[in-house]
């Protein structure tokens, strides 16, 4: 009796784990950074940095960030590899702009926040695109490099030493 009820609180808490991971998934932070932003300039705007119409810029900046973090997406997909932050590697990506940056989903969605603070043009809504690099910086990009370099050893520290984190 004891051992099934600890087998079921084992499958409750896998579950939960599932649950939280799902909201940490990089594109469910990036939308609600984005509602975050809109909040934040509506309800304490702070200051204009901004004016427009120099604020419509960002519009570029969203527009370029979407269809790069839209690109490798898309190339993931097509190399039928694992695209999950928290899954297991499916295969080493060097292709597209992976030859340039280890990480162009991640740019390219913090590009399009930064950008849509643009937009915005106040400074409260600057703190999405902060909280979404240091997510990106201190939490996924990590837990990605400790297991592509578990799972593709030297093959993946050379890459690492040939192409930088972000630019």
């Known amino acids: 009796m ?3 009820r600890l087998k079921i609180l084992r499958q409750l808490n896998r ?5 939280m991971k799902k909201l ?4 469910f932070v990036w939308f609600a950074s984005a509602m975050t932003m809109i909040l934040l300039h ?3 705007p702070i200051d204009t940095w901004l004016p427009q119409p120099y604020s419509f810029l960002g519009s570029g900046a969203i527009v370029i960030g979407l269809g790069i973090a839209s690109w490798h997406s898309r190339l993931f997909r097509r ?3 694992n695209i999950d932050t928290f899954g297991t590697p499916g295969q080493l990506t060097t292709e597209g702009l992976f030859s340039r940056t280890r990480n162009p989903m991640y740019l390219g969605l913090l590009t399009a926040l930064v950008g849509f603070a643009c937009v915005l043009g106040t400074i409260s809504p600057l703190v999405g695109p902060a909280v979404f690099f240091v997510l990106a910086q201190y939490v996924y990009i ?3 490099e400790r297991a592509m370099s578990l799972k593709f050893g030297d093959k993946y520290v050379a890459y690492q030493r ?6």
């Open 2 to 4: 004891f051992f099934s």
């Open 42 to 44: 509506l309800t304490i």
């Open 142 to 144: 990590p837990f990605e």
């Open 162 to 167: 040939s192409v930088s984190r972000w630019l």
């Open 15 to 19: 579950r939960k784990v599932s649950s």
């Open 24 to 27: 940490l998934l990089p594109p």
């Open 79 to 81: 190399l039928s590899t």
